[in-house]
């Protein structure tokens, strides 16, 4: 079992920047594959992005490619999210999620998921 707990949500004007962190706690951090992903409301949950196990190899929605980051840092078992530039089309509650996957872009690939935190970008 994984837990995840999300935070760093909140308020931002277009243009600025928001970082989001999420902390893992039960099973091996390391050992998953960590994702973030959004939603927003009507709208079904999209894949943001992922970061390898190791953090070495990161993919990115095209929508926030050049925009956001994922980071993490196993030794704190924590991922992070990096969000600059923000739209208000970037508005949505923000999940992240554990897989065991090695690669993992669709959200049935994830077996552990935050209870997520709102980002609202306003104009």
């Known amino acids: 079992q994984v837990q995840l707990v999300e935070s760093g949500g909140g308020l931002v004007q277009v243009g600025g920047s928001l970082s989001l962190s999420c902390e893992a706690s039960?099973?091996?951090?390391?050992?998953?594959?960590m994702g973030w992903f959004r939603q927003s409301p009507g709208s079904q949950r999209e894949f943001v992005g992922y970061i390898s196990r190791s953090g070495l190899t990161t993919s990115y929605a095209n929508f926030v490619k050049g925009r956001f980051t994922i980071s993490r840092d196993n030794a704190k078992n924590t991922v992070y999210l990096i969000m600059n530039n923000l739209k208000p089309e970037d508005s949505a509650v923000y999940y992240c999620a554990a897989a065991s996957a090695t690669a993992a872009l669709e959200e049935t690939e994830y077996d552990y998921w935050g209870q997520g935190t709102q980002v609202t970008v306003s104009s």
């Open positions: 039960g099973n091996t951090f390391s050992d998953y594959t």
